[in-house]
């Protein structure tokens, strides 16, 4: 909670320090139009920098998984990496580790397994921000993620929203891995955005 009030806080502050720009960050108007205006505004943008840090639950056990295997190949049951498998997901995305904390948003997205030789994924998502300041924008990922790793850092391809024309890293670090297979991982995100 501390480091969302410290994000919030920060996206104030960037506020006040832009206010001279005509540009509303934290309610960015929307439409063909409000999207060519701010192209338009562009040149006088001054790149800022974003940093996000929440915690992804990946719940593939239980009544209501929130990542389902789709597709699979032939040979992945006989493949010691589960090469050939897909999955889809659309996993909350919190302030803290518990499981009570609070929801800032989803990860939505295809997962594969990609690798022959070790455990790792192509990660093709999207963040779905659903709270504060960044209610309504997305940040897409699309990496590669060696999951067994202690560190796995994965591009930030773009975003929509408050992040429109994002580039950035994520750093993912598995927090805790359960005997069924759920996932809660780590994610420090920064980004470079107008
Ligand atoms: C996969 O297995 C099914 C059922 O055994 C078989 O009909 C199909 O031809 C196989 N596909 C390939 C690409 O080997
Ligand atoms: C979350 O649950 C724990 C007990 O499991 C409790 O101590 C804590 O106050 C709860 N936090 C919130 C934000 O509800
Ligand atoms: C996020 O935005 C939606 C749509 O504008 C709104 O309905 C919802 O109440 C907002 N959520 C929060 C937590 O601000």
Same mark, same amino acid.
């Given at each position: 909670m501390a ?35 701010w192209f ?23 009544? #209501?998984? /929130?990542? %389902?295997?789709? =597709? +699979? ?5 006989? @493949?010691?990496?589960? $090469?050939?498998? *897909? ?12 499981? #009570?904390? /609070?929801? %800032?948003?989803? =990860? +939505? ?5 990609? @690798?022959?030789?070790? $455990?790792?994924? *192509? ?14 924008? /997305? ?19 773009g975003g ?13 670090? /598995? ?20």
């Amino acid at each position: 909670m501390a480091k969302l009030n410290s994000i919030l806080l920060y996206c104030s502050i960037a506020i006040v320090i832009l206010s001279s720009i005509p540009l509303a960050h934290c309610n960015i108007a929307q439409g063909p139009k409000a999207v060519e205006n701010w192209f338009q505004k562009l040149s006088h943008a001054k790149p800022k920098i974003t940093k996000l840090h929440f915690y992804f639950h990946d719940i593939v056990g239980g009544k #209501n998984p /929130t990542a %389902i295997p789709i =597709a +699979q190949a032939n040979s992945t049951s006989h @493949s010691p990496t589960a $090469f050939g498998s *897909l999955a889809i997901l659309d996993d909350r995305l919190t302030t803290g580790p518990e499981i #009570n904390s /609070t929801t %800032i948003g989803r =990860a +939505q997205g295809i997962v594969g397994a990609a @690798s022959l030789e070790e $455990f790792s994924l *192509l990660m093709s998502l999207n963040f779905v921000f659903t709270h504060g300041k960044y209610n309504g924008s /997305t940040l897409s990922l699309l990496g590669r993620n060696p999951i067994l790793n202690e560190y796995r850092e994965m591009p930030i391809v773009g975003g929509s929203g408050v992040f429109r024309l994002a580039r950035g890293v994520a750093t993912a670090k /598995t927090y805790t891995f359960s005997k069924n297979g759920d996932a809660l991982v780590e994610y420090n995100v920064v980004v470079l955005h107008y």
